[in-house]
């Protein structure tokens, strides 16, 4: 399992941004939002459904993906996952109408959906057991704050130069990291050809789905990661601007202060976690701090921005335990079957999030617009995963024992 060399850095490097890549295209329709909807004559909410028809793609893939790299490994399926996503980004910018451009959303998210989990396929494939944790919260970490920077960085050039161009040097940037890809990925020397495998394609999945254990974690991940995608992701900006009267700029960098937690505390969790050799009691210290944590910055009667920027980091901080779900998770069983089980934990974390989004909207819409009975899904989501993280078993498959 271990490889000597450059050449799983420049592997896991490639993997890494092509995730900070397809989350730079997640979210650049947002980043010019009334230009592309005047473009193509939409509403407000036919411009939400052309946005997320990335997402209709994207977490039903995720056992696709999985079982796909299960079988033919990161070289095959890599590259062209690329190309998809960055051909569907110049699809979008070029499209005359918004059914084309719907087509390039679906190409986008469709490519897109290859790369997280191969990324994680790519550190638990080239790198030794004791180290899965601490880089899967590396690759947690690139998306998170490229993201951050380039979403700043990228509005002020839409501003300059026109959201079409800009879509269009994205595009071509993904071209780019396709070709590195095409020259540069490979299978790790033990990886075993689909014609040699005996084992049906479909077992991953069969593993994963009637392992209870599997599961409890993925609901355990759920639960640990819905307030990063609800307050962080939705939310929290009208939170802030209403409850505690902060000016939309002001509420934007608070939240965008969980992002840069949620950097540095998926890279400390993993390492603490790697150097410990444990993964449970981290998940459910953690997953309780953060509750504390962002139950302070939502109640705390405070309009101080640097009060609730330093709160909404530490629990950004605090929320990167999320992270050592798809460690224990995977650890359970050979590491033939990883990619398939990281994918099942990140779709169901992932489709979770989703409803909590549209919940969280019709309880505050049922409040006639007070945020705080709808607020207090993100306490009661944290310490369900601290207690439910009890239960849990910290089982080690051999593929998974640091030094074998
Ligand atoms: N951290 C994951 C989401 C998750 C699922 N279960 C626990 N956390 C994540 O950020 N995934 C990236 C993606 O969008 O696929």
């Avoid at 310490?383 to 009890?390: D, H, Q, T």
């Amino acid at each position: 399992m271990r490889h000597h060399g450059n050449m799983k850095w420049l592997i896991l490097t490639i993997t890494a941004l092509f995730f900070l890549f397809e989350f730079v295209t997640r979210i650049e329709p947002s980043l010019a939002n009334s230009e592309i909807a005047a473009r193509f004559q939409l509403n407000n909410a036919q411009f939400g459904t052309l946005a997320s028809i990335f997402f209709w793609i994207y977490a039903p893939m995720q056992l696709i993906v999985g079982l796909l790299l299960d079988r033919f490994g990161a070289r095959r399926l890599i590259p062209p996952a690329i190309l998809v996503c960055a051909g569907g980004v110049i699809l979008f910018a070029t499209a005359g109408n918004a059914y084309i451009a719907g087509i390039g959303r679906f190409a986008t998210g469709l490519g897109a959906s290859f790369a997280f989990v191969g990324s994680l396929y790519v550190v638990n494939h080239w790198f030794g057991a004791g180290r899965f944790a601490l880089l899967s919260g590396v690759v947690n970490a690139v998306g998170m704050l490229g993201t951050a920077i380039g979403a700043v960085a990228l509005t002020s050039v839409i501003a300059t130069s026109g959201w079409q161009n800009v879509f269009w040097a994205t595009g071509i940037a993904g071209l780019v990291l396709f070709v590195i890809a095409l020259l540069f990925m490979r299978d790790p020397p033990e990886h075993v050809p689909a014609s040699k495998k005996t084992t049906s394609f479909i077992t991953p999945v069969r593993v994963a789905v009637r392992d209870p254990h599997i599961w409890l974690i993925a609901v355990i991940g759920t639960l640990y990661y819905m307030p990063i995608n609800v307050f962080g992701g939705l939310w929290g900006n009208a939170e802030l601007t209403k409850d505690h009267g902060l000016s939309p700029v002001h509420a934007e960098t608070a939240v965008s202060m969980i992002f840069w937690g949620l950097a540095a505390g998926s890279i400390a969790a993993g390492w603490l976690s790697d150097h410990l050799g444990h993964r449970k009691w981290i998940i459910v210290i953690g997953a309780f701090l953060t509750s504390i944590s962002f139950t302070a910055a939502v109640y705390l009667p405070t309009s101080s921005v640097p009060l609730l920027s330093a709160l909404l980091f530490l629990s950004g901080f605090l929320g990167g335990g999320q992270m050592l779900t798809f460690s224990i998770a995977k650890e359970r069983h050979t590491a033939d079957y990883s990619g398939t089980i990281i994918a099942f934990v990140n779709m169901i974390g992932i489709g979770g999030a989703l409803i909590f989004q549209p919940l969280v909207g019709a309880i505050v819409d049922l409040n006639n617009g007070d945020f705080a009975w709808a607020m207090l899904t993100m306490p009661a989501c944290l310490l369900s995963a601290a207690l439910l993280s009890l239960l849990l078993i910290d089982k080690r498959h051999p593929d998974h024992i640091p030094g074998r």
